[in-house]
């Protein structure tokens, strides 16, 4: 049985994290546990309910939400009738992002497409036009490229970082995760007045733990950053199985954990490993400076959104072309005897017999140009 304690706590970290102001400013919370547990429900849950203290009306306003689109997703709820909002005041719009030159297409569980409202869709081409784009007070569904190409200003920065010849980078093309490094380098460094949170289901996939090569350094540059977050009243709230899933210099700046069902305490944790083995799916345990549980509530199941890109994996055709020509052009060259008609791959550039009838083999001599 959860005390009265437990709870106080637990409603005033939830609320810590929820609830914005510009003396404390954004917030670091990382959410943990088992696949199963719950962790996307509670996200999305949690999305719609940020709001921020207006610093010269001190009255609550709807923060702007961008949300990391992901290949088998939830957001598409939200635009069921029946979703359960918190309440009226935080029933917000969806808007889905996508790169200009990739072709998305948007289908349920069951295969049927997905129907959107009037301007719910708006492309991007670089994070300068994303970040216009950008509807205030709303939940902004984010899809980074399909193919990630850098742009200048953040090569640049890499360069100077991992101390590399100019223009080393040039022309090379990188996971395409990686692309929120610099969505929200570029955010902390334009972000008008105001408050924003950014959430990021499985973190893992963007930070990972012990990077290598370019990703390093690309990482060191967001851990870096990421501690001026707070005084931009930028809050990034994401989820992983497990704290060892994610890059360690993200970890130390992590101000709030919640933990569900199979997760492991953190180092240092004053939850006990056993609590959170046999968690009721759903709940959480939030701790910072104490801890509690509480629960935001189940969502209705609903057939989740399917997002395929004509221009990576989605594309069927794509799959086609290994049977194709091209997939050939590698294989080893072959040479048939003119006497005895045998053919075999040589071992050498030019062989000088045939290993079937060792007749002797005359290589044609090029003039010289």
């Known amino acids: 049985m959860v005390s009265s304690i437990n709870r106080t706590i637990a409603e005033r970290l939830l609320n810590e994290i929820r609830i914005h102001d510009i003396n404390p400013g954004g917030k670091m919370v990382a959410l943990l546990g088992s696949k199963g547990s719950g962790k996307s429900h509670f996200l999305t849950r949690l999305a719609h309910q940020m709001v921020f203290l207006h610093p010269a009306k001190q009255i609550l306003q709807r923060e702007t939400v961008i949300w990391r689109g992901r290949s088998l997703d939830y957001w598409t709820w939200m635009y069921e009738p029946d979703f359960e909002w918190e309440g009226p005041e935080f029933r917000r719009k969806v808007y889905v992002h996508f790169f200009i030159d990739d072709t998305p297409q948007f289908i349920n569980e069951i295969g049927d497409p997905i129907q959107f409202p009037p301007d719910a ?30 742009s200048r200003a953040m090569h640049d920065l890499l360069i100077a970082r991992s101390c590399s010849k100019p223009r080393a980078l040039e022309d090379l093309e990188f996971d395409p995760a990686l692309w929120w490094v610099e969505f929200l380098f570029y955010l902390l460094q334009f972000k008008k ?21 370019i ?30 899933d994610l890059d360690y210099r993200l970890r130390s700046k992590t101000q709030y954990y919640g933990y569900m069902r199979g997760a492991r ?76 008609g045998h053919t075999w791959v040589p071992r050498t550039f030019a062989p000088s017999r045939c290993p079937n009838c060792h007749a002797r083999l005359e290589c044609e001599v090029m003039d010289e140009v």
């Open 121 to 150: 869709l708006r492309p991007y081409r670089t994070v300068v036009d994303l970040h216009a784009n950008l509807m205030l007070g709303e939940i902004n569904v984010v899809y980074e490229p399909t193919k990630y190409q850098m």
């Open 215 to 244: 990703r390093w350094h690309l990482q060191g540059l967001f851990c870096d950053a990421a501690k001026d977050f707070r005084k931009a009243n930028i809050s990034f709230i994401f989820s992983m199985h497990d704290t060892t």
């Open 193 to 213: 007045a105001g408050f924003l949170s950014v959430f990021i289901d499985e973190a893992d996939e963007v930070f990972p733990a012990n990077p290598s090569g």
């Open 265 to 340: 305490p953190k180092n240092g944790s004053m939850i006990p490993r056993t609590t959170l083995i046999m968690l009721p799916i759903g709940d959480v345990i939030l701790e910072r400076d104490g801890y509690g549980t509480t629960n935001l509530g189940k969502l209705t199941e609903r057939p989740r959104v399917r997002t395929l890109f004509l221009t990576g994996s989605g594309n069927k055709s794509a799959w086609e072309e290994l049977a194709s020509d091209d997939t050939h052009k590698d294989e080893p060259a072959t040479l048939t005897c003119p006497l005895c």
